[in-house]
């Protein structure tokens, strides 16, 4: 059974904690909370936590979750000392949103690429310098220490541990009682730098065109005609609105039709890679395995819990 502990430090954000609780408290982990010392312990949220346990408790933890918190004050020297002995024995060791600022005052992300909630990240850069801070990311990993951006990216944190660990249905299974997209990617941006335009609108009209063409040999030419603007200057604005490039939008959107046939009906591989505009099945059986590390029939097989007919 692998050990998750979650570090509870004052003032904890509660629903940072409740992530790796929910993702982890199931058949393949084991999971508890501890604090600096076993007892309340204050959060952000108007209400105390209780941790059962105390710092001891990280001393056979496999994995170590420390949620974010606030006043962003250095951790007492026990609480920096046991993460740093937990990292030397090498346990996995995990922050959610500002949860890193606490990783990085212990020096376990120094040389290393991390991220923290996108207000906070300057601050991580100005007070750590020998940290890679990375804004523009979800999460990253760095193998046995990873960081997550605020709140909601630490469940694709947490997913994509439960990925690595246990395979893309272990983490499937969990993603669909939770509720929430079985897999997104660590270098997805955090925010978009203004919302999207009301339906019909803007890069809104190319994005609805472009989803009722996907079997089409679109192309960013095709997409920037539609906008009535040139290639360049489509995609700066394309970005500016989706967060991401208007190729990448699209192999996505196409991967995610895909995934909708695969599920909810029976056609064959060749004819779900024609319909959702990938083409042929081995392109399929390509883009599949990179992002959820799978093949179209196990896709099939999980998601529908039976074989195709």
Known sequence: ?????????????????????????????SFAVCAESAGSVPSTTGFDLHAPLGLDALDAADTIVVPGYAPLVEPSSPVLDALRAAS???ARIVSVCTGAFALAAAGLLDGRRATTHWMDTADLAARYPAVDVDPDTLYADNGNVLTSAGFAAGIDLCLHLVRTDHGPEAAIRIARRLVVAPHREGGQAQFLQRPLPPSGEGMAAVCAWALDHLADPVTVADLARRAGLAPRTFARHFAAETGTTPLRWLAAQRLLEARRLLEGT???????????GLGTAANLRLHLSRDASTTPTAYRRTYRGRRPR
């Open 88 to 90: 030397a024995r090498g």
């Open 266 to 276: 029976d056609l064959p591989v060749d004819e779900v890679a024609r319909r959702s």
């Open 1 to 29: 059974m692998h050990r998750v502990v979650g570090l509870a430090l004052p003032k904890v954000v509660a629903f940072d904690l409740t992530i790796p609780a929910e993702v982890f408290g199931g058949a393949e982990y």
